[in-house]
């Protein structure tokens, strides 16, 4: 039990050590976004710059002329060459040349499987579409009382839509695992157990990488989940 006199006491200021190891926290949080920033933009810029400058002819390197590797220049030619292939592809002559080389790889077992995986990957990746998720969302998954964030894709059409039948239609949801959103579950729920949220897909995203740690905004629930939760 405190005296009054304990009550009256000033708080106490934290010495010399907990200032310091304060002080090297917040340093810490302040310099290993950017260091790891750095660290992996020149880790690579170095590794395309040793697939591509050994692939150029010697007397073309440009430390034969400055003598000094400048660290880049491998970078700098992988975009050129890759604006110059697609500036051909595009072309009468260039989708020409890509499809007689499918067909040659189609007619090849093992190489077909492999450049077929590969060609859908980099179109889902890089492709400039309009296909995105619409929007963050809450569902009730994996049983009724818990939930999950989840992204809303599409309306479900197609055999799926017909034979998962339901009063205002379905939505396809992609719910991504922790920490790694890029892998997760596609499933289908019924409109009315879909519930929009505010927030961005990019708040939703960091949610979900966090593990809970970074709330958007800091929202309080609407009134919308809390019936849904009574029902």
């Known amino acids: 039990m405190k005296t009054p006199f304990e009550e009256n006491e000033p708080p106490r200021r934290p010495g010399l050590l907990g200032g310091l190891r304060s002080s090297f926290l917040t340093g810490l949080i302040v310099i290993a976004p950017i260091g790891l920033t750095i660290w992996l933009i ?3 810029v ?6 591509v400058l050994p692939l150029v002819p010697y007397h073309f390197r440009p430390e034969q002329y400055i003598g000094i590797n400048l660290r880049g ?3 700098m030619i992988f975009l050129i060459f890759t604006v110059i292939v697609g500036w051909v592809a595009k072309g009468l002559l260039g989708r020409s040349l890509i499809r007689w080389a499918e067909s040659l790889v189609e007619r090849t077992p093992v190489v077909r499987s492999i450049y077929s995986g590969i060609k859908q990957i980099a179109e889902t990746v890089f492709t400039q579409s309009e296909r995105s998720f619409e929007k963050a ?6 049983r009724k009382g818990i939930w999950a964030i989840g992204f809303i894709s599409t309306d479900t059409r197609g055999e799926v839509a017909q034979k998962a039948t339901a009063e205002n239609g379905m939505m396809s949801v992609f719910v991504p695992t922790t920490p790694n959103p890029t892998s997760g ?14 927030m961005s897909i990019e708040e939703a995203a960091k949610l979900v990488i966090s593990a809970g740690l970074v709330y958007p905004n800091e929202k309080i629930p609407t009134t919308d989940i809390k019936k849904k939760a009574k029902s």
Do not use: A, S
Not at 46 to 51: A, E, H, K, N, S
Not at 188 to 198: H, N, R, S, Y
């Open 42 to 44: 020149w880790t690579v």
């Open 46 to 51: 170095g590794w395309i710059d040793g697939f």
């Open 73 to 75: 220049v491998g970078v």
């Open 137 to 142: 969302c809450l569902i009730e998954y994996p």
């Open 185 to 198: 579950f596609l499933l289908f729920f019924p409109k009315e157990d879909v519930i929009e949220l505010d």
